[in-house]
C-alpha cells in the first residue's frame, strides 16, 4: 500500500508541478493525504513529493528556457531579462536564501519557474533550494493533516475543494505577473533606478 501511495504520489505531483497554470498547490495533495491516510504520512512522502515537485518545476523551467526564451521572446526582450540574469549571478548566495525562504512557503512556485526559466540561468541555483524547502513545507503539511485527521472527520469534497473565483483570478494575475516580467525594462530599472515598460519598436516604412 504505501509504495502504491508512494508511486502514485509521485506521478500526481510531478504532473501538477509540470502544468504552468490552474493547477491545484502541491500543498493540498498533501492535506488531503493526510487526512485520507494519516497512518502512512512520514517523512519519504515528504521527501518524494518534493522531488516529484523539483523534477516538475525543472521540466517546466526548461521548457519556459526553451521554448518561449529561444522562439517566442524577441532579441530585444532576450537582451531585457539578460539584465536579470546579470544581476542573479553576482548574487548568488542571496538568490539561493531568497529562493530557499520561499521555498518553505505554501505560494505558488509555477510562475517564479517560468520567470527564472526566460533567464537561462543554472537551473540548481532554484532547484536545490526547492527541494530543501519542498521537503520541509511537504513534511509540514502532511503531518499536520494528518494530526487533524485524528480528531475530526472531514468530507472529500472539502478536503480537495480548491477551484473557485478566487483560486482563478490569483493565476490569472500571476500569469499577468510574468508578461510583465518581459515588458519591464530591467536594465533601464537597475542603471536609472526608474521603471518604464520596454519601449515599442517603430516599424520603418517600406520603401516604394
Not at 21 to 27: H, K, V
Amino acid at each position: 500500500m504505501s509504495n502504491t501511495l508512494l508511486l502514485l504520489l509521485f506521478l500526481l505531483v510531478f504532473l501538477l508541478n509540470v502544468i504552468p497554470a490552474f493547477a491545484p498547490p502541491t500543498w493540498m495533495v498533501f492535506s488531503f493525504l493526510g487526512f485520507r491516510f494519516p497512518d502512512h504520512m512520514g517523512v519519504d512522502f515528504a521527501l518524494v513529493g518534493a522531488l516529484a515537485a523539483t523534477l516538475g518545476r525543472f521540466t517546466l523551467a526548461k521548457g519556459s528556457q526553451l521554448l518561449v526564451r529561444q522562439h517566442w521572446l524577441s532579441e530585444e526582450a532576450r537582451q531585457n531579462v539578460d539584465a536579470i540574469k546579470e544581476q542573479l549571478s553576482q548574487r548568488k548566495k542571496l538568490t539561493f536564501g531568497l529562493l530557499l525562504f520561499y521555498a518553505f512557503t505554501p505560494l505558488p512556485s509555477n510562475y517564479l519557474f517560468i520567470a527564472y526559466g526566460l533567464t537561462a540561468m543554472e537551473l540548481k541555483l532554484i532547484t536545490i533550494p526547492f527541494f530543501i524547502g519542498r521537503s520541509v513545507s511537504y513534511s509540514f503539511w502532511g503531518f499536520t493533516a494528518s494530526t487533524v485527521a485524528r480528531r475530526i472527520t472531514l468530507e472529500d469534497t472539502e478536503a480537495l475543494s480548491y477551484l473557485g473565483v478566487y483560486f482563478i483570478a490569483s493565476q490569472v494575475l500571476l500569469l499577468s505577473i510574468v508578461y510583465a516580467f518581459t515588458r519591464i525594462d530591467w536594465r533601464f530599472l537597475v542603471t536609472e533606478k526608474k521603471l518604464r515598460w520596454i519601449p515599442r519598436s517603430k516599424k520603418v516604412p517600406a520603401k516604394l
